[in-house]
């Protein structure tokens, strides 16, 4: 279901996927040029969450399940065009084509050609 005044793209895909490893090619400084695991993809706002990057101070109110409450440090998202899939074969950023192989639809490294899922 399309969620009104979540970005202006029409195109809901992203060229990566929860599991994928990537490459950060820009923002903060700390966090340019390392890798991490995406945790979450937002299609509808085209952003992620990769795991140790663009890390947020988050003031969290007492609940149940945490009582005390306190100051949390938690990944924030960032847009999906600021991350580079990381080719399986030379570990670099690499582009993705998608092809068909054997009648699927498939990711494929432009920079080595292999089959990514």
């Known amino acids: 279901m399309p969620r009104p005044n979540a970005?202006?793209?029409h195109n809901n895909k992203l060229h990566v996927?929860?599991?994928d490893t990537v490459v950060i090619l820009s923002g903060k400084q700390q966090d340019k040029g390392r890798t991490g695991k995406v945790l979450l993809a937002l299609p509808h706002e085209a952003k992620v969450?990769?795991?140790g990057v663009n890390i947020v101070t988050k003031h969290v109110k007492p609940s149940a399940s945490n009582p005390q409450g306190g100051i949390e440090q938690r990944e924030g998202a960032i847009h999906a065009s600021k991350v580079a899939l990381v080719d399986p074969e030379t570990g670099q950023a690499t582009r993705v084509r998608k092809q068909i192989v054997d009648g699927k639809k498939v990711?494929?490294?432009v920079k080595s050609g292999k089959v990514i899922d």
């Open 7 to 9: 970005g202006s793209h």
């Open 49 to 51: 969450v990769v795991e």
């Open 17 to 19: 996927k929860k599991g």
């Open 107 to 109: 990711r494929v490294a």
